[in-house]
């Protein structure tokens, strides 16, 4: 069991085998050369592999959708504030021969 855990893993400090090997002597003492306790250590492996390809894309979805909601926000946010300075500056006449920064974002949009 040790060398399988050093094969399928880059353990290249002593430390990391070592707990390797502790952890493979705790298991193999457990397990006690009994098949079907290790069948039962294989199918909770096989178990946990399906939820994770089955959990992780939808989580990976529901993480998307999430951050498309708040960025819609940020950037409405962004654009009413764009529109209250443009606003402003006509009020204060310092925007009377440029274009507009809203407007500009308009075309931009379009």
């Not at 504030?81 to 606003?87: A, K, L, Q």
């Not at 920064?101 to 931009?108: G, L, P, R, Y």
Request: hydrophobic content about 50%.
């Amino acid at each position: 069991m040790t060398i399988f855990i050093i094969n399928s893993f880059a353990l290249e400090s002593l430390l990391l085998i070592g707990g390797a090997s502790i952890f493979s002597a705790i298991a193999c003492s457990l397990l006690q050369g009994r098949l079907w306790r290790y069948s039962i250590v294989i199918i909770l492996f096989g178990v946990l592999t399906i939820l994770t390809a089955v959990v992780f894309p939808i989580l990976d979805m529901i993480l998307e959708e999430i951050i498309r909601d708040k960025m819609t926000k940020v950037g409405e946010r962004i654009r009413s504030h764009s529109h209250r300075i443009d606003e402003e500056m006509k009020r204060l006449g310092v925007l009377s021969a440029v274009e507009t920064t809203s407007k500009k974002i308009e075309k931009n949009e379009k």
